[in-house]
């Protein structure tokens, strides 16, 4: 089993859509979770990161947390052409505390 | 405040050749990280410093590749010699105390090729 799976996509929405990325990790007492954005080329970008159940929001973006379900979210409401990118899960275990990515979700926001 | 620095951006070399890559993290981050980023993958961690001390380095081929951070600042990371498998961007990423919530801020990375 992958340490933190993700979608591959992808994903595709029309401008001003709601965006849902998903993720699922295997380490069930994992500590932080992040969302780093990527665009094509360059360095990934810290964009949300949540630390307990529940949701965290920030602007158009929405963390969502279940740890009993080891899976975390990233909503993207009112998307732009511009949040096209690939979407990094990453997960910082409870054994390890070592940061680890999932593969990432491509989204493409068609204007 | 400057982010982290990265040299070269690109580099193309043969197989059996040796190369370094070059990071300078943010100023009085503590914590330096090193991944490789194969196309299509996630970022892979191979290397950890707590200033000059390696935290982490479980995921790093000792057998040809090696890193140090000599004065807990800067930091290079050596491939020798260098494989096809090898291909990746090379990321260096900081972080002030490497605690478990905070932010890696990532430099612009080196690609590497090896042909």
């Known amino acids: 089993q992958k ?74 409401r009112d998307s732009q052409p511009s949040d096209s990118a690939t979407y990094l899960c990453a997960v910082i275990g409870g054994s390890n505390y070592k940061l680890t990515f999932g593969k990432g979700t491509l989204l493409t926001v068609n204007p | 405040e400057a982010g982290v620095a990265q040299s ?55 057998d040809r590749f090696s890193a140090e951070r000599l004065k807990g600042v800067d930091s290079t990371l050596k491939i020798q010699p260098a494989k096809l498998e090898d291909s990746a961007v090379y990321l260096c990423a900081s972080s002030p105390s490497g605690g478990v919530t905070e932010t890696q801020y990532f430099g612009p990375g080196t690609r590497l090729l090896v042909l």
């Open chain 1, 3 to 76: 340490e933190v799976e993700q979608n591959s996509g992808p994903l595709s929405v029309p401008e001003g859509a709601i965006a849902s990325l998903n993720c699922t990790y295997s380490d069930r007492v994992s500590q932080s979770f992040f969302w780093y954005r990527q665009y094509s080329g360059k360095s990934p970008e810290l964009i949300m990161s949540i630390y307990s159940n529940g949701d965290k929001e920030d602007g158009r973006f929405t963390a969502q947390l279940n740890k009993a379900s080891q899976y975390v979210s990233l909503l993207i």
């Open chain 2, 8 to 62: 070269p951006r690109y580099k193309i070399i043969e197989k059996r050749q040796s190369v370094a890559f070059w990071c300078n993290p943010i100023s009085g981050h503590a914590t330096l990280y090193w991944y490789q980023q194969i196309l299509g993958q996630g970022p892979k961690l191979l290397i950890q410093f707590q200033n000059n001390g390696v935290v982490d380095d479980s995921q790093l081929p000792k």
